[in-house]
């Protein structure tokens, strides 16, 4: 006999107890590569660009690299960059940088031992257990930077999070920032495409922030075209972020097998060789331009030839990655909650921690993807965010609460209770039983006879109801009237300027 589910009450969210937090990793980081293999793989990159060579795809940049130095064919719009012009160029890159918030409190430090965690970005496609798996809209945007503002654990709240394709795509970048900036406080990421978006992304952000701006406010993921390729899209957005000195995430898009070859030394030394082309171009444009290393080192199913996520291989690429960003003094990117699975189901769980636990492990200090995706990188899921997020939060009191100290040894509490007693009545447990734990928000811990009475809801259907409760709980923060009105007036100007304009021809 099927038994209905309860609804549940309104419940209280155990995450909004908890407290926005600047998240540090207290130990040493994992070291994959021995230094004898760390040399190996950056001889082989430099090798790769000095003999090689990579192509960029803009004339800009071909000019940027001849008046460097670099050996240029306009005609193939290939380089050839020495070892010592590149690595000359990547040490102007900052090790560390703030990135504003625009509440103080929110303001990130990238780099170091900080990990900060963004949710999942570009997805075509929303998913939900009523919805079912559909194209993105506006409305799925706003709910998603909502879900991220709420929850604690998110460092980062706007950014290209689902594609809104009820907006025409020449417009999209103007909505998606009015919608982060009425939405959320914390943390902006953006996209730069061309040289249109990040100038329009820029302009608004100054009537935000103030003009000039105050540093980093917003950055964007600029994938490599591997193998060895920097389209005309993509160095757009290098040159004219780097001009207004906004962070650069640069990320080959390594899929061993496929766009490098099938073995992962090969494939990270590959990555290396693109990473370290573009990063170097951004200090061409602008030294000191804000950079982050972006690892994304994977490889493909054989059988299929779509991406195999979170598979030990794409460990390996973590791992070695982040050895690979502080060999050269920079900042690194690494990815959570990847998986192939097309459901939140126990695949999509443990390929998720096949990726977060090495992303913290390695010292990540951007964790993107940290929440809600699902079928490698097609959808964004409604309980698949909050899913990853209540691992996220576990991850928050694990590297931030151990403390071994007189009051945490509590050796008065052990001679107070006494052999064979109890400590749910000392005064120590009384005081601090509220906080003393991480307090999940999705994970149930009754018997089975108290889980039955409850409705038998598996984890499905209880992620299905958070964050509905999430959504409901949301408090938009405080935006002055004046930068409201200044952002409807400039989006109004420009949808007229660009809409059926192709902002790449």
């Known amino acids: ?167 025409p795509l020449s417009l999209r970048h103007l909505h998606r920032m009015r919608v982060m900036v009425h939405t959320t406080n914390k943390a902006l990421r953006s996209v730069a495409h061309g040289r249109v978006i990040p100038e329009d992304i820029v302009a608004m952000l100054k009537l935000v922030f103030g003009d000039p701006l105050p540093g980093v406010v917003t950055g964007a993921v600029i994938n490599v075209t591997s193998p060895l390729r920097l389209d005309d899209r993509m160095i757009g957005g290098i040159i004219r972020f780097a001009r207004h000195r906004q962070a650069l995430i640069i990320t080959p898009f390594i899929m061993a097998g496929a766009t490098s070859p099938i073995t992962i030394p090969s494939a990270l030394a590959q990555q290396n060789a693109e990473a370290l082309a573009g990063i170097a171009l951004a200090q061409l444009v602008n030294p000191g331009t804000p950079v982050v290393y972006g690892g994304f080192t994977q490889n493909v199913d054989m059988r299929s030839g779509s991406p195999a996520f979170s598979s030990p291989e794409g460990v390996w690429g973590t791992l070695a990655g982040a050895q690979l960003a502080r060999r050269y003094h920079l900042p690194y990117r690494a990815s959570g909650s990847l998986t192939n699975s097309p459901v939140p189901d126990a695949q999509a769980a443990y390929e998720s921690q096949w990726a977060l636990w090495p992303a913290i492990l390695a010292h990540a200090n951007v964790i993107l993807h940290a929440t809600g995706m699902l079928e490698a990188m097609l959808v964004a899921s409604y309980e698949k965010f909050v899913m990853d997020a209540e691992a996220l939060g576990m991850f928050h009191h694990l590297l931030h609460n151990f403390v071994i100290n007189e009051e945490t040894l509590a050796v008065h509490d052990i001679a107070e209770v006494g052999v064979g007693g109890h400590h749910f009545g000392s005064a120590r447990t009384q005081a601090n039983y509220k906080t003393a734990f991480y307090e999940p928000a999705l994970t149930i811990r009754q018997s089975f006879e108290q889980w039955v009475s409850l409705g038998e809801q598996d984890t499905l259907h209880r992620a299905h109801q958070l964050w509905q409760d999430l959504l409901r709980a949301y408090e938009p923060p405080p935006l002055e009237q004046s930068i409201q009105e200044a952002l409807d007036e400039f989006i109004t100007r420009r949808e007229g300027e660009l809409e059926g304009v192709d902002l790449y021809a």
């Open 1 to 167: 006999m099927t038994r209905s589910r309860r609804v549940r009450a309104a419940p209280t969210i155990p995450w909004l107890n908890q407290p926005f937090r600047h998240l540090t990793n207290p130990v040493t980081p994992l070291n994959w590569v021995t230094e004898d293999g760390l040399d190996k793989l950056h001889d082989a990159s430099m090798r790769i660009l000095e003999e090689v060579g990579m192509a960029f795809m803009d004339a800009e940049a071909l000019s940027l690299w001849e008046k460097a130095g670099a050996k240029v064919d306009h005609a193939a719009q290939h380089v050839w960059i020495d070892r010592g012009l590149l690595l000359e160029l990547v040490s102007h890159a900052p090790p560390t940088f703030t990135w504003h918030a625009r509440h103080p409190d929110y303001s990130l430090t990238i780099g170091g031992n900080h990990i900060n965690f963004a949710p999942t970005a570009g997805m075509p496609y929303v998913s939900d257990l009523r919805g079912g798996r559909r194209t993105g809209t506006l409305a799925d945007y706003e709910n998603f930077v909502k879900l991220a503002h709420t929850i604690p654990f998110l460092h980062f709240a706007g950014g290209p999070l689902v594609e809104p394709q009820d907006i």
